[in-house]
């Protein structure tokens, strides 16, 4: 139904910036479902940015002032904008939807971009 893939990971120095790119085919859908999530060895999944019903942004508050998610209409893809990186920012990332249809929802996620910060 959706098919989504991350790129634009890599190795970055502390205080550096890198924008990820998800793209987003298959099913019509609004951009507005997509989210990002991040993971790093040993810790939880972690929701980072999305998108709010009213179509405006919401961040995690580790990242809030650094991160900025925005969406290409055109291109069908969402990005990630992250600045004044730090080490612990260093996870897989990955762009994910959900979607509900007959009362059931469906998640969809990315293969995953690795982003690692040095210090």
């Known amino acids: 139904q959706v098919q989504l893939v991350e790129s634009g990971g890599g190795l970055v120095q502390s205080g550096g910036s890198l924008t990820l790119s998800c793209a987003a085919s298959g099913s019509a859908f609004s951009l507005n479902l997509i989210d990002w999530y991040r993971q790093a060895p040993g810790n939880q999944r972690e929701l980072v940015a999305g998108f709010t019903n009213n179509g405006h942004t919401s961040y995690a508050d580790s990242v809030k002032g650094r991160f900025t998610i925005s969406r290409d209409n055109v291109k069908n893809t969402v990005y990630l904008q992250m600045n004044s990186l730090k080490p612990e920012d260093s996870a897989v990332y990955y762009c994910?939807?959900?979607?509900?249809?007959?009362?059931?929802?469906?998640?969809?996620w990315g293969q995953g971009t690795q982003v690692t910060v040095s210090s």
């Open positions: 994910h939807t959900e979607l509900s249809r007959w009362g059931m929802r469906y998640h969809y």
